[in-house]
């Protein structure tokens, strides 16, 4: 009993050490003002810290405490958790298995297009409300101006390795056959009909290609690296509280055991 009770304690003191910094984190996303425009991992993760944090201290007083009851009640929490977390996991590689760039024939980033990404997170981004925000927060950013002074030629600018969300957002389609004059000024398309974009595409700095599915590809782009990030950390906090289930199983016996005996 007093084995096990020691590591589980240990255990989910650690736990709750680590739900802090996942929960300080989340509080940073939420209110980083962010290139990438598209925030919506902050309160999965600020919710997965939280519920974190309050399991582990319920494991630590009932192993403090030797209480049978809060240890039920943690063991049953700590299962659902690590079904939430195996479900959120499972969910974020499924969403995130398709979509990758496109090489470009002598230009040094890639392009990306929405038919690419799986449906789910094409609705995400064709939302009219969802879509709105987005272009705000980018005709707001420095993402795209700052282009025009780092790459001053033609050349400089077609060996660039733009990010994705500039080069889905900050310049039109290769494919239309505009003319490079700066990066977010270029000259009437040649090509106009080679992809939908061409026609979208616009030298105010507040509009540019912010209307573009490019633009939605490359801030999905962007979304998909951090939910593959989350995705790694979640597999491994899944091996991590199977461990301390597993041990909080070995608790409850104990328990069950002492109670049974009478054991002081």
């Given at each position: 009993?007093?084995?096990?009770?020691?590591?589980?304690?240990?255990?989910?003191?650690?736990?709750?050490?680590?739900?802090?910094?996942?929960?300080?984190?989340?509080?940073?996303?939420?209110?980083?003002?962010?290139?990438?425009?598209?925030r919506f991992?902050q309160?999965?993760?600020i919710?997965?810290?939280?519920?974190?944090?309050?399991?582990?201290?319920?494991?630590?007083?009932?192993?403090?405490?030797?209480?049978?009851?809060?240890?039920?009640?943690?063991?049953?929490?700590?299962?659902?958790?690590?079904?939430?977390?195996?479900?959120?996991?499972?969910?974020?590689?499924?969403?995130?298995?398709?979509?990758?760039?496109?090489?470009v024939?002598?230009?040094?980033?890639?392009?990306f297009?929405?038919?690419?990404?799986?449906?789910?997170?094409?609705?995400?981004?064709?939302?009219?409300?969802?879509?709105?925000?987005?272009?705000?927060?980018?005709?707001?950013?420095?993402?795209?101006?700052?282009?025009n002074?780092?790459?001053?030629?033609?050349?400089?600018?077609?060996?660039?390795?733009?990010?994705?969300?500039?080069?889905?957002?900050?310049?039109?389609?290769?494919?239309?056959?505009?003319?490079?004059?700066?990066?977010?000024?270029?000259?009437?398309a040649?090509?106009?009909?080679?992809?939908?974009?061409?026609?979208?595409?616009?030298?105010?700095?507040?509009?540019?290609?912010?209307?573009?599915?490019?633009?939605?590809?490359?801030?999905?782009?962007?979304?998909?690296?951090?939910?593959?990030?989350?995705?790694?950390?979640?597999?491994?906090?899944?091996?991590?509280?199977?461990?301390?289930?597993s041990?909080?199983?070995?608790?409850?016996?104990?328990?069950?055991?002492?109670?049974?005996?009478?054991?002081?």
């Amino acid at each position: 009993m007093g084995v096990s009770n020691n590591v589980i304690g240990i255990l989910n003191f650690l736990t709750a050490v680590l739900s802090i910094p996942i929960i300080g984190a989340g509080i940073w996303l939420a209110s980083k003002h962010s290139t990438d425009c598209m925030r919506f991992l902050q309160w999965p993760v600020i919710i997965i810290g939280v519920f974190i944090l309050l399991v582990s201290l319920a494991g630590l007083i009932g192993s403090c405490y030797r209480s049978s009851c809060l240890l039920w009640i943690y063991a049953t929490i700590m299962f659902l958790l690590i079904l939430l977390l195996f479900c959120f996991t499972v969910f974020a590689f499924v969403v995130t298995n398709k979509g990758a760039g496109d090489a470009v024939s002598g230009k040094g980033f890639d392009e990306f297009h929405l038919g690419n990404y799986s449906s789910w997170l094409q609705r995400q981004v064709n939302k009219a409300s969802v879509w709105r925000k987005i272009q705000s927060c980018l005709a707001d950013s420095n993402t795209c101006s700052k282009l025009n002074s780092k790459y001053t030629t033609v050349e400089e600018f077609n060996a660039a390795h733009l990010s994705p969300i500039q080069s889905g957002c900050c310049k039109p389609p290769s494919a239309c056959g505009y003319t490079f004059v700066t990066p977010t000024n270029w000259t009437t398309a040649a090509i106009a009909a080679a992809d939908n974009d061409c026609t979208l595409w616009n030298n105010d700095a507040k509009q540019l290609c912010y209307s573009c599915d490019s633009c939605k590809a490359g801030v999905l782009q962007n979304v998909k690296k951090d939910w593959r990030k989350v995705g790694v950390v979640n597999v491994i906090m899944l091996v991590f509280l199977i461990v301390v289930y597993s041990v909080s199983c070995c608790a409850i016996r104990s328990v069950k055991r002492e109670n049974y005996y009478g054991y002081a």
